[in-house]
């Protein structure tokens, strides 16, 4: 099976795995759908942080050297604080944060931006090796969940039906193919390209991980007790080591 296809096929998993979790989810009353919300995002946080530092990481270092690394990584969490601030890149992942307050259309930009990213991520480690790319793919996945279920919230918030918030989901989750196939062809056309998608990658789960996750269990908006904070992190952690 060529790279193409299996990048195509995982940005598909990671892309609308996580919508159709979260759509199961929307299926469950309010009170519960809250209490299992904060777990998803605590074990996002670490599956998010394992994969970019277990796994991606020591991949981009065995092709560039330690220092170029560091800085394409830096690089790409300042392109990522940039994206932000011009709302293509902010999520919520609860049922009332600031987000709700932006109009739907820019959600729905925000979004399928979002998951042109991924899919260029997970392109880019396909053609690494298959195993990254699976990783790759499952962290996005853990982390959608939560940010689709936030994304239905504000389109519901918006006036817009359960059907049609499911669709306009489904059509910003096609830029995952989209995003992943351009990967897999840059990379074909440009190897000396794959290091640095590499550090691209290892930064955009580190900022979503570290800027957006993590702030929201520090400030009380994600619910649970420290321990299972920690105990479901740890969960993702070692879920990413186990599938290197």
């Known amino acids: 099976m ?20 979260a759509s199961t989810l929307l299926l469950f009353r309010e009170g519960v759908r809250v209490k299992l919300v904060p777990w998803l995002v605590n074990y996002a946080v670490g599956t998010l942080l394992g994969v ?4 991606i990481l020591p991949e981009a270092l065995q092709e560039l050297p330690a220092r170029r690394v ?26 009332d944060c600031e987000v709700h307050g932006t109009t739907a259309s820019l959600v729905l930009i925000g979004d399928a931006f979002h998951n042109l990213v991924d899919g260029a991520m997970i392109g880019a480690a396909v053609v690494t090796s298959l195993p990254l790319g699976v990783s790759t793919a499952i962290a996005v996945a853990t982390h959608e969940v939560p940010q ?17 918030a499911l669709l306009l989901n489904v059509l910003s989750g096609v830029s995952a193919i989209a995003g992943a196939g351009l990967a897999v062809l840059l990379v074909d056309a440009t190897p000396a390209m794959k290091p ?22 520090h400030s009380g908006r994600i619910e649970g007790s420290a321990f299972r904070q920690l105990t479901l992190v740890a969960a ?3 879920t990413a080591a186990f599938l290197l």
């Not at 300042?78 to 049922?95: G, M, Q, Y």
Request: hydrophobic content about 60%; aromatic content about 12%; overall charge negative.
């Open 2 to 21: 060529s790279p193409l296809v299996q990048a195509l096929g995982l940005s598909l998993i990671g892309s609308f795995g996580g919508l159709l979790l």
């Open 52 to 55: 970019a530092l277990l796994a």
């Open 70 to 95: 560091f800085e394409s990584l830096l690089g790409g969490i300042v392109l990522f604080f940039v994206l932000e601030k011009f709302v293509l890149w902010r999520h919520c992942h609860t049922n």
């Open 148 to 164: 689709e279920v936030g994304d239905f919230a504000v389109l519901l918030h918006a006036g817009y039906s359960r059907r049609r």
């Open 196 to 217: 640095y998608l590499l550090c691209v990658a290892a930064a955009s789960f580190m900022y979503i991980a570290m800027a957006d996750l993590i702030p929201d269990l």
């Open 236 to 238: 993702g952690v070692l």
